[in-house]
């Protein structure tokens, strides 16, 4: 038996992807596994959105995304006798260097990923697959199975199971998966369509249903997604069937062709009972699964990833006490609830054939959506929330506001907000960040840090603060804001230290 490992993260999703490249960057021991032989080279989940490159950002691989997809800031609503064109996320994210929907598809983000990795000198073990977990002692057992039938038992201090909507590690921890199944069957496509504007994200709205173009760019330019139309003949999908439902729910004379994709899937909204249970964890489409309406699935998967890989990595290595494990499930529960919450919403206004709900899409929408889409401020919560800017951990244990902060600016739990000067990018290093504004007369004795200093990076970023009244912060290695406070006592960022970063 080989000596224990730190971590062994189960399935090489976006997910278990991700999660390997932040505890790469942290320096920890771990190992990657995955069942199947080769990536997924299907499109899968094509929307990548600003907090998850803001999060990806930290490791290098936000600008290989961008370049390979495309930025859509524009969606045409297709409404009952009327188009309106919908800027995306033109208010709401101007704290961000990507305010932008980003499409791309999940094979390619996945492929960016494992380069970097491989960069690292990180190997996805691929066709290797768990076959039990067991705890035993400080460790977990597990039993492994190579892609040549042998076996090899390894122990590891914490496994992670990123291994999707069937997730082995869940079964083994004896984790519920609690929820339901939609009733409707959606088909999906990777093909081209002539008679669509390119560049922007189309939505028809009729009463049959809804109907998707995204401009997806690579395999083909657009995703189509559709709901199965009642009465249509089931089994195989094919061009005839979605050019026939193209014809039927819009006005358009759109033509489709050359599919490189095309299928059927039905839609669940179930999640984990807990992200943690002693030894085993759980991310990603293992902890939750529900519609893709607004491109949430994979996106929380790679953040729940990162909320966990940092804080393994201080663990494991003696810096932070067994508590910060805790926060996950305190932090990225909520998340996941939420984003349960606000799909099964939106699923259900877009497909329910309840007279009243059919009746609010075709007579309704084409009045009330333009007065809604001119309300500046909802429209900005609106893709705060969808953008995933929005998230905040500030009713979390480990979020701490410290004396004299000013009404206005972040607050402790909130995501550190971009600053014209590119203040993301300055504290994008693995490690905590300590921010420090005003004269250096005011910070004598700082850092208080002792022998945390390969920790914690200190900052100056001169006289005025980017939040007046904010004058010292500390922004966790996930890019979240641990404690800040206005003023020069120093009490407070101690005692926040000295629980979740103890020194030596
Ligand atoms: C057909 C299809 C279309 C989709 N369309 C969209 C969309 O339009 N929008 C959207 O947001 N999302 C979409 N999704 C969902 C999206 O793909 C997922 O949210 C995302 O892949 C989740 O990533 P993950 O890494 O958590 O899990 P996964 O991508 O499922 O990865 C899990 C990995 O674990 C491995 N694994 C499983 N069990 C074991 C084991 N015992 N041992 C070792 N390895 C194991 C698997 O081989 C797999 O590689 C779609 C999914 C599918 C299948």
Wanted: charged share 20%; glycine share 10%.
């Amino acid at each position: 038996m080989t000596a224990p490992l730190d971590v062994l993260v189960v399935g090489a999703g976006p997910t278990g992807l991700a999660l390997a490249t932040q505890l790469r960057a942290c320096a920890t021991p771990f190992r990657i596994v995955d069942r199947s032989l080769d990536r997924a080279r299907e499109s899968r989940a094509p929307a990548i959105q600003p907090r998850t490159l803001e999060m990806l950002s930290a490791f290098g691989v936000a600008d290989d995304l961008v370049d390979r997809g495309s930025a859509a800031v524009g969606l045409h609503l297709h409404l009952p006798r009327r188009v309106l064109h919908v800027p995306v996320f033109d208010v709401g994210c101007d704290d961000t260097p990507y305010p932008f929907l980003l499409f791309l598809p999940q094979s390619e983000t996945e492929a960016v990923l494992t380069a970097r990795l491989a960069e690292r000198d990180v190997t996805v073990e691929r066709g290797t697959e768990l076959l039990s977990a067991e705890p035993e002692d400080a460790h977990v057992r597990c039993r492994l199975r190579r892609r040549d039938g042998a076996e090899e038992t390894v122990r590891a201090r914490y496994v992670v199971g990123c291994d999707g909507a069937h997730s082995t590690v869940r079964a083994r921890a004896g984790i519920d998966f609690e929820g339901y199944a939609y009733p409707q069957t959606f088909l999906l496509a990777d093909l081209e369509a002539e008679g669509l504007e390119p560049g922007v994200a189309h939505t028809y709205m009729s009463a049959a249903g809804l109907l998707f173009f995204f401009p997806l760019g690579t395999p083909a330019t657009w995703r189509m997604i559709a709901m199965h139309p009642p009465g249509a003949p089931g089994g195989e999908v094919t061009l005839d069937l979605l050019q026939r439902i193209a014809d039927d729910w819009t006005p358009d004379r759109l033509s489709l062709c050359d599919p490189v994709w095309m299928t059927s899937f039905r839609i669940h909204n179930r999640g984990a009972a807990h992200y943690r249970k002693g030894p085993f964890f759980l991310a990603g489409d293992a902890a939750h699964i529900h519609s893709p309406a607004g491109g949430q699935g994979m996106n929380t998967g790679i953040q729940d990833a990162l909320n966990l890989g940092w804080k393994l990595a201080h663990v494991c290595r003696g810096a932070a006490p067994e508590e910060l494990l805790d926060t996950y499930q305190a932090e990225r529960a909520p998340v996941g609830h939420g984003v349960r919450r606000l799909t099964d919403r939106a699923f259900t206004v877009g497909t329910s054939s309840h007279p009243a709900l059919r009746l609010a899409r075709t007579r309704l929408a084409p009045h009330v959506a333009p007065l809604l889409l001119r309300a500046t401020g909802a429209r900005a919560r609106l893709f705060r929330t969808v953008s995933e800017l929005g998230i905040h951990y500030r009713r979390g244990p480990a979020s701490v506001t410290g004396p004299r902060r000013p009404r206005q600016g972040p607050r402790a739990g909130d995501r550190l907000p971009d600053t014209p000067a590119g203040l993301q990018r300055r504290v994008a290093g693995p490690g905590y960040h300590l921010l420090l504004t005003g004269p250096a007369h005011l910070w004598p004795e700082v850092p208080p840090l002792g022998g945390r200093r390969d920790l914690v990076s200190t900052h100056h970023l001169g006289t005025r603060s980017p939040w007046p009244g904010i004058t010292h912060a500390l922004v966790r290695p996930d890019g979240y804001v641990g404690y800040l406070a206005g003023g020069t006592d120093l009490t407070g960022l101690r005692t926040h230290l000295d629980r979740w970063l103890p020194a030596p």
